[in-house]
């Protein structure tokens, strides 16, 4: 009997360990991260440049570019975005 409990005592913990603990925002934030995605989501082109320094290297440079070739609708991404965030239970009460 005590190896059972051990064993399902190890197993519920395993099953623990795999939930996935997602951040809780306020309403107003998750707005503006959705808002964020979606303009995003809507680009068809963007791009990127960095300048650093390093003291053993020297000066380095970089730039990117992302073409996006399936441009999604603002809303329709926002939409995705709000619906999964509360699903998740990750908005709370809040503005």
């Not at 005590?2 to 395993?14: Q, R, V």
């Not at 290297?57 to 965030?85: E, H, V, W």
């Amino acid at each position: 009997m005590k190896k059972i409990s051990i064993i399902f005592a190890g197993l519920t913990l395993a099953i623990s360990a795999c939930t996935p603990v997602y951040e809780t925002m306020t309403h107003g934030e998750a707005m503006a991260m959705c808002r964020e995605q979606a303009v995003d989501a809507a680009r068809v082109v963007s791009g990127n440049t960095t300048i650093g320094i390093n003291s053993q290297t020297g000066p380095s440079f970089g730039a990117g570019i992302r073409i996006n070739l399936t441009p999604r609708p603002q809303a329709q991404t926002y939409d995705a975005c709000m619906t999964k965030l509360m699903a998740n239970g990750q908005i709370v009460e809040g503005n």
